[in-house]
């Protein structure tokens, strides 16, 4: 039989070594600074205490968490339209660094935000770029919080051809066109002759595991 | 004894027929719906057939009364009869189709209503929120248009890809639950509708399926409210490695290509008196 004097030391002896535990599992928890792409994920390329990471360097260029830069993209309204006559507009690719490498990682996280997007797209994108050298190659794309799919299906399924494999020599300007090339063009990722695969494979839901609507929530057969 | 030789040799013969016979299986019915159906509208054509936005009485001049009424200048009527208008009965397809079938994924669906004394029913409101859509923000999501009349034996025009069409059917409507858009001509005349269901069933025999599938687009209605619909089937094999083929009567009647909008901008090619904040004032609509 213990005292209740024994049984409050043996308590706060346990707690200690939890406490301890738990602090020593803390400090040597590595990998990305921030693996969340989200934008609620910006300041957190900091280690425990306090301590900033190094910035990633690519060419020129010191990537850090918060750094935002436009890519004024034009588009052309000719494409859907009926008579197809040329309609040329930029539209404004607000990209924004979320997430930096860590010791165990070596993703880039970015969010990519539209002018004028509505529906789902007005959350935007959420892009990881896996640092090849001085070479950011784009790896998953996330349209909002959804699941992130890989970079080629996403040129497909989302429409969206972001800068695929950029070797950045400097910081972007503020406000550039420097990879609009690459936002417009297809020809890092052939769609046309890319082949769909719907098992999951490269990330995407495959779309057969989606439940099925009952047949009454159809219109009716005309 | 001889009857149950004659028994025994026919079952003997009809399992060796069973399992000689290439493997074939039936897939269940499969149903996709998006959660909001795109609310039909008109499509306003270019050409004039007393149903344009430039229309007398339309919604562009009911617009102008509003603009007149709340101190602004007009000129809606005016400049949507400089801009968008033909008198080419070859382009009497050009119409509005892609902007109304971008505000009928992306805005909420207007009503008929009265401000400051104009009067607009329900072609007049949907006419005025197509016309924000005029430019609409999209993505292209698979198929290459085909611009040659003559065209029927293109790649283009054979796209777009049984596969990818399968496929977006599947991610967009079914997973998503998120309506898109298909030109469902496979020619030159572009013809965008928003698409909301389908159901399609399957059976695959070896390594191929062959599919049917029923697809629901909205329909561009006058005087439509809510979601008029019609239904396109289409018939095509998919295969392992390759983008499928199209069978049947879909091998010239299939969709040409498809597209998701994301926005609106304010381009040159939209009525630059149309605002957004005007048309919130008259619908009394986010949109």
């Known amino acids: 039989m213990h005292s209740s004097r024994t049984r409050i030391i043996a308590g706060i002896a346990i707690f200690a070594v939890a406490l301890g535990a738990t602090l020593l599992v803390a400090s040597n928890r590595g990998g990305a600074a921030s693996k969340d792409s989200s934008p609620a994920a910006k300041g957190a390329g900091q280690r425990d205490g306090g301590t900033p990471i190094a910035p990633l360097s690519i060419g020129g260029w010191d990537v850090k968490i918060g750094d935002t830069w436009a890519v004024n993209v034009t588009q052309d309204a000719g494409g859907i339209t009926p008579d197809g006559a040329s309609k040329l507009v930029k539209i404004p690719y607000r990209f924004e660094v979320t997430g930096v490498p860590g010791p165990e990682s070596d993703i880039v996280s970015m969010h990519v935000a539209q002018d004028g997007a509505e529906g789902p797209f007005a959350n935007g994108w959420n892009l990881q770029y896996q640092v090849k050298g001085a070479t950011l190659v784009l790896s998953t794309v996330a349209m909002g919080e959804d699941k992130a799919l890989e970079a080629e299906l996403a040129a497909i399924v989302l429409g969206q051809d972001f800068p695929y494999e950029v070797a950045y020599t400097k910081r972007p300007a503020p406000t550039t066109t420097y990879a609009q090339d690459k936002l417009i063009a297809r020809s890092a990722l052939p769609p046309q002759q890319a082949l769909p695969k719907g098992d999951g494979s490269n990330g995407a839901v495959p779309p057969s595991g989606a439940p099925s609507v009952p047949p009454s929530d159809l219109p009716s057969q005309m | ?287």
Not at chain 2, 170 to 179: D, E, I, N, S, T
């Open chain 2, 1 to 287: 004894m001889r009857t149950r030789r004659l028994i025994m040799l026919a079952t003997i013969v009809l399992v060796s027929l069973a399992l000689a016979a290439p493997s074939s299986a039936s897939a269940a019915d499969e149903y996709g719906s998006t959660n909001k159906w795109p609310w039909s509208g008109y499509w306003w054509p270019m050409l004039e057939n007393g149903y344009n936005l430039y229309s007398n009485n339309g919604p562009m001049q009911k617009y102008d009364q509003y603009l007149t009424a709340t101190g602004q200048p007009a000129g809606a009527q005016s400049w949507e009869k400089t801009n968008h208008y033909t008198n080419d009965k070859a382009n009497s397809w050009w119409g509005h189709c892609h902007a109304w079938a971008s505000a009928a994924i992306l805005a909420p669906e207007p009503t008929a209503v009265t401000r400051n004394g104009v009067s607009f029913n329900v072609n007049d409101v949907k006419g005025i929120t197509t016309s924000l859509y005029y430019e609409p923000t999209y993505k292209w999501l698979s198929g290459n248009r085909v611009d040659d009349a003559n065209d029927k034996t293109s790649a283009a025009y054979k796209d777009i890809s049984p596969a990818w069409m399968d496929y977006l059917l599947r991610y967009y409507v079914r997973y998503y639950k998120y309506p898109f858009i298909m030109d469902v001509n496979a020619d030159s005349q572009v013809w965008n509708y928003p698409v909301f269901a389908y159901q399609r069933s399957s059976t695959t025999t070896g390594n191929v399926e062959t599919v049917n599938t029923t697809v629901w687009f909205s329909s561009p209605d006058w005087n439509a409210t809510g979601t008029k619909y019609f239904s396109k089937t289409y018939t095509y094999s998919l295969q392992a490695g390759t983008l499928g083929t199209w069978t049947g009567a879909s091998v010239s009647d299939h969709p040409d290509f498809a597209w998701i909008p994301t926005g609106k901008s304010a381009g040159a090619g939209t009525n630059p008196l149309i605002t957004e904040k005007n048309v919130e004032a008259i619908t009394g609509l986010d949109v």
